[in-house]
T-cell receptor, first 112, second 118 residues
Framework: AQTVTQSQPEMSVQEAETVTLSCTYD???????LFWYKQPPSRQMILVIR??????QNATENRFSVNFQKAAKSFSLKISDSQLGDAAMYFC?????????FGAGTRLTVKP | GAVVSQHPSWVICKSGTSVKIECRSL??????MFWYRQFPKQSLMLMAT?????????EQGVEKDKFLINHASLTLSTLTVTSAHPEDSSFYIC??????????????FGSGTQLSVL
């Protein structure tokens, strides 16, 4: 079974600084997608960034970027210039076909 | 962007009653919808995958007779918690997968339903 592991239950960053959230996954599939979702206190899941496994180039979305290491099955999220509004739970997720799995989550705190 | 409407956002019911949660894709057709359960401070656990016009596929350990899923159209899936008990109290979230590329690798989430069973 596919698994997604987030080894950092909590992370903290100073406002305007950079933080990296870690994620590893395990799969035998060759075609899959990876995602980072943000879940603020409202509990609405918000897509932060996604990466297609067949693409070597790391995805970027404004202040958010990923470091996708396919051979190592690693998919970390870097948040640059952290803002107070970035504080939330962050979930790493994997999808292949209809199989969608989430990591345990990392709670990010942003200090003013 | 695509919108998924989930209703109700919260519900309180007595033990033994049934509760229906609706998940609608408002501006796209969703061939596949997913239902998740989330306990406080925990991750989303996939309960079942529903495909329009066919029976849902349940994850191991999820009682299909307890959690009835119906996906009667390309825009609506429902989850019915039958004979609810306090241990069924949880946050339930649906997500919908869009039919057409190039966005079919995206999932759109509903806003969730907090179920409290007394």
């Amino acid at each position: 079974a596919q698994t997604v592991t987030q080894s950092q239950p909590e992370m903290s960053v100073q406002e305007a600084e950079t933080v990296t959230l870690s994620c590893t996954y395990d799969t035998s599939e060759s075609d899959y997608y990876l995602f980072w979702y943000k879940q603020p206190p409202s509990r609405q899941m918000i897509l932060v960034i996604r990466q297609e496994a067949y693409k070597q180039q790391n995805a970027t979305e404004n202040r958010f970027s990923v470091n996708f290491q396919k051979a190592a099955k690693s998919f970390s999220l870097k948040i640059s210039d952290s803002q107070l509004g970035d504080a939330a739970m962050y979930f790493c997720a994997y999808r292949s076909g209809n199989d969608m799995r989430f990591g345990a989550g990392t709670r990010l705190t942003v200090k003013p | 962007g695509a919108v998924v409407s989930q209703h109700p956002s919260w519900v309180i019911c007595k033990s033994g009653t049934s509760v229906k949660i609706e998940c609608r894709s408002l501006d796209f057709q969703a061939t596949t919808m997913f239902w998740y359960r989330q306990f406080p401070k925990q991750s989303l656990m996939l309960m079942a995958t529903s495909n329009e016009g066919s029976k849902a596929t349940y994850e191991q350990g999820v009682e299909k007779d307890k959690f009835l899923i119906n996906h009667a159209s390309l825009t609506l899936s429902t989850l019915t918690v039958t004979s609810a008990h306090p241990e069924d109290s949880s946050f339930y979230i649906c997500s919908a997968r869009e039919l057409r590329p190039p966005t079919n690798e995206k999932l759109f989430f509903g806003s969730g339903t907090q179920l409290s069973v007394l």
